[in-house]
DNA sequence: TGCGTAAAACCAACTAGTTAGTTAGAAACG
DNA sequence: CGTTTCTAACTAACTAGTTGGTTTTACGCA
């Protein structure tokens, strides 16, 4: 189909909302301001994407989709993998936030690690790269993967212990990457299984 | 001072507040309703609490209190550490959920982790292990603790790839913590330093 | 090229319900 | 009898969502 008139309405309404939802959540977020932000009337707003709910799910599906793509998953270099993913949520803190708040607030949002379909592929190489031995394989995969995510996102805006900022210093990031890297390759290391406590 | 008389009603109130910033946020909750559930009239509410977000600010200090209070740091069993807060973090989803919430609406509340004065002394306490070779000095004290917190609440309301449900098996909960303390163990191991990318 | 028309895109103003926060006074208490 | 604790009722502002009508666009046709 030809490119319709109205999709750079669409898409304002979109980056706007992305902002605001960012920011303040999906209870917090205002639908004026959104539609105010971007130059388009609500009623547009509500022609377009029903209601506010639908809105987010918009929004949400946008940029979930356009980081599942972004960072390919290696089950043998998983080091490599959390790394891309540290590097993905500083590019695009916007989406962690978005996925938090979706997780705290509740809404359905197919769940963007497991449980889709592309979690589903990273679960099956997890378990290929155990029996091939690069992985420990005294951890199911699930454990492995939910582990991974949550360190690489360590110093993500939901983050507990810390949290990083647009203007870090490159050194802030070099430094968490290669302290990242060496967790991680230690975490999953084949054959480590179960030390101290026997 | 002697105890007020209302005492009991402030209790109330913060244990209902408690249950609906857990559930719905800052923005999300309702003061009407905190005041409802509690069976106490909203007037007394601001008489207690000033307004909505001092509310939420005694909330958090109460949980934030009880927390750090029950998880003792041992920075030479750090898988210990790990699963104790994971244990921590199952019993009482609430803190988890509220810290969460306090740090997405960018509200100032002294991070519970690093920069208190308890994180400073877990921070310490991770450098001295380090000295003693109990681990690994090629990752700073702050992202070990980051990067620990991050792995324990890996499956915490606001993990990003899972999520521990109060109906769990005991199950899940022991095969998680096994995970948790080979993953940590491996992790932060002495000598592990950067194998290898060199 | 110019015109007519139907659909799509747009907008200001409005509604009905909800929200945080206040007030003036009644009840309980020592 | 004065102080503290409590309450019902109120307000002013804000909220998501709607309405009815205007402007812009797409396109067949002469």
């Known amino acids: 189909m030809s490119p319709r008139k109205s999709d750079a309405t669409r898409r304002r309404l979109l980056d706007a909302a992305t902002a605001d939802f960012a920011a303040h959540g999906i209870a917090g977020a205002r639908v ?15 022609a377009y994407f029903g209601d506010k709910l639908g809105l987010f799910g918009a929004v949400f599906r946008l940029h979930a989709d356009a980081v599942v793509d972004s960072v390919p998953f290696t089950a043998d270099d998983l080091p490599g ?12 803190p916007e989406l962690v936030r978005l996925a938090t708040w979706a997780k705290l607030e509740g809404v359905a949002t197919d769940n963007l690690a497991t ?5 589903a ?26 582990l991974l995510i949550a360190m690489a996102l360590a110093w993500s805006p939901s983050g507990l212990a810390a949290a990083t900022t647009p203007g870090d210093a ?29």
Do not use: W
């Open 121 to 146: 592929a990273k679960l099956r190489a997890i378990a290929e790269a155990q029996r091939a031995g690069q992985v420990d394989a005294s951890i199911e995969p699930r454990d492995v993967l939910a």
């Open 32 to 46: 004026d301001r959104i539609a105010a932000a971007a130059g388009v009337n609500k009623a547009q707003l509500y």
């Open 170 to 198: 490159a050194t802030d990031h070099d430094r968490r990457k290669r302290a990242l890297s060496t967790a991680v390759s230690g975490a999953f290391r084949a054959g480590a299984g179960n030390p101290p406590q026997g």
């Open 81 to 92: 993998y959390a790394v891309r993913l540290y590097d993905a949520a500083v590019a695009r």
């Open 115 to 119: 449980e889709s379909s592309a979690g």
